[in-house]
Structure formats: structure tokens, C-alpha cells
């Protein structure tokens, strides 16, 4: 197995970078859940008022290149067992 990805969306970067990102993703899906991302904050000096805007996270969008990364490294989505006694 290469340490390398050949194609795809992640083609030139390692396991190891591509494993960074991942956390970096998972830590953000954290922020996100707990509230702690903001998207847009306004706020007023006394020249005027100020608005600075960030890109708004979905967690749709995080989840899914999560689930790009975990493919791209090997690590495929897994159905859950039920087993009913």
C-alpha cells in the first residue's frame, strides 16, 4: 500500500496529512455541534458599525468529506449489526 493517494480528490497527499485533516474535520463537527463556530458577527465603534462574516459549516458538508477521508484511507463505511435474541 502506497503512503501516498494516486487519484481521486486526494491525489499527492499522505496518510499522515490526510489523517490531519480529518482530525482538523472532526474537531470542527465538535465546535459545530457545541455552538462554539460563529458565522457572522456585527458590532458598532464609533466610526460605525463593523461586520465581519465567516463561512457558515454545515455539518452535512463536514460529515460527508469525513466519510471522503475515511475512504481514501481505507477505512469504508460500515453498516451496523442488529441482532434481535
Given amino acids: ?10 491525489a499527492g497527499m499522505t496518510h499522515a496529512e ?13 465546535q459545530l455541534a457545541a455552538g462554539a463556530k460563529v458565522a457572522s ?9 463593523r461586520t465581519v462574516s ?3 459549516a454545515d455539518e452535512t458538508r463536514i460529515r460527508g468529506l469525513i466519510r ?3 475512504a481514501a484511507l481505507g477505512q469504508p463505511r460500515r ?3 442488529v441482532v434481535f435474541r
Fill in 1 to 10: 500500500m502506497s503512503a501516498t493517494i494516486q487519484s481521486g480528490t486526494f
Fill in 68 to 70: 471522503q477521508i475515511n
Fill in 54 to 56: 465567516y463561512t457558515a
Fill in 41 to 49: 458577527v456585527s458590532y458598532a465603534q464609533g466610526n460605525g458599525s
Fill in 79 to 81: 453498516a451496523i449489526g
Fill in 18 to 30: 490526510l489523517g490531519a485533516q480529518r482530525a482538523q474535520l472532526q474537531q470542527a463537527l465538535l
